[in-house]
């Protein structure tokens, strides 16, 4: 079937193709299974678009449900891109999918959970781009805490992953007088005797302090 030339692709139409596209979201895929646009009109739509962070909080705001015992979950996910190689925010890191070093792009979301009303929606999200920035995924996550307090979020605890286990990132947290659970790596230093004694590893501090 030919493709109407004239018609546009639109941010709903992209969305919807992602909502019902479980397992490849590639451009080419979109074309060959939609009668409606050819390959060089989505990739047209896909170059001129721009979804921000803002942008996002601004769909989103009106749908989230809060409550006093909200959480915040940040998390990471790497985009694999392997095979471009004239994306700038392309670099070699780990990959907790593929268990391993491949090329992509880092993305860090902030979600917002109502454990209550089983709800959650996406508030936020940073593109890892430390050559560019200058900042690490902490820092990101940083800011984006910032955010839900500057955009009176209500929640009480904030869930993250080992990545985020760092010193100044939790004591930012507590700052916040929120509760926050992070799983830390066995090779991390650590102390719970409030500095009696120095830092040790933690398979030596659990040993002693099983409440670890």
């Known amino acids: 079937m030919e493709k109407n030339k004239t018609e546009k692709v639109t941010r709903p139409d992209y969305c919807q193709y992602l909502s019902v596209s479980q397992t490849n979201c590639t451009l080419t895929d979109f074309a060959e ?3 409606r646009f050819s390959h060089d009109m989505i990739n047209r739509y896909l170059a001129g678009d721009k979804i921000t962070p803002a942008s996002v909080w601004e769909n989103v705001k009106g749908q989230i449900i809060q409550t006093s015992g909200g959480c915040i979950i940040f998390d990471d996910t790497v985009i694999d891109k392997n095979y471009p190689y004239k994306i700038g925010q392309v670099r070699r890191q780990y990959s907790g999918n593929a268990h391993g070093i ?3 792009t880092g993305v860090v979301t902030c979600v917002y959970v109502n454990p209550a009303a089983d709800r959650f929606r996406i508030t936020d999200y940073r593109i890892s781009d430390p050559d560019g920035d200058g900042k690490t995924r902490p820092d990101h996550v940083k800011d984006m805490s910032g ?3 500057y955009r009176q979020l209500r929640f009480l605890t904030v869930l993250m992953d080992t990545w985020y286990a760092a010193k ?3 004591l930012y947290t507590e700052n916040l007088k929120k509760l926050y659970y992070c799983p830390i790596k ?3 230093p650590v102390d719970d005797s409030g500095n009696i004694r120095p830092y040790r590893h933690i398979r030596s501090e659990m040993a002693c302090c099983p409440s670890i």
């Open 147 to 149: 955010n839900c307090i």
């Open 186 to 188: 066995n090779n991390r």
């Open 168 to 170: 100044d990132l939790m």
């Open 33 to 35: 299974h939609c009668e």
């Open 102 to 104: 491949i090329r992509g």
